[in-house]
């Protein structure tokens, strides 16, 4: 019972120390004129869609949730943004070659197609990102209709 007791201080110690090792933050103040909404002015219940649904992780600028300010789970948060934002970035879309940016915007629709995005993780916890068959079809539509 005392080894027990050690450890469970030392794994608080230890929470509470992670406590204080910052994270850079995906906050931007900005929008840049090569930002996806910026650049294509889609309609707006198309763009409300892609900046509730998408734009979090895919862009330069987080609305956080009040858990990201908790260690681990701001580590995790971070990482996944990063990820996201390698693999398409909304607000650097303009500075994308034109056959990238029709290969990201066949993507986006396949994905969503395929019910691969949003991420169920992140439906989870932010219903507005929750898109029903209505909210796709409008995305997908606008995707695969839009020139470049």
Request: aromatic share 10%.
């Amino acid at each position: 019972m005392k080894k027990l007791k050690i450890i469970l201080i030392i794994a608080i110690i230890i929470f509470a120390g992670i406590q204080f090792i910052p994270t850079e933050r995906n906050i931007s103040n900005e929008v840049p004129e090569t930002d996806f909404i910026k650049m294509y002015d889609p309609p707006e219940n198309v763009a409300n869609i892609l900046q509730n649904a998408c734009y979090d992780c895919h862009s330069n600028n987080t609305a956080y949730p009040w858990y990201n300010k908790v260690q681990p789970v701001s580590w995790f948060l971070e990482g996944h943004i990063n990820e996201a934002k390698e693999h398409l970035n909304f607000s650097e879309f303009g500075q994308l070659s034109d056959r990238k940016k029709r290969s990201r915007i066949k993507s986006i629709a396949g994905q969503i197609k395929d019910g691969e995005m949003p991420l169920f993780s992140y439906k989870v916890l932010h219903k507005e990102a929750r898109l029903d068959s209505e909210a796709q079809a409008l995305v997908i539509e606008y995707m695969q209709n839009l020139k470049i």
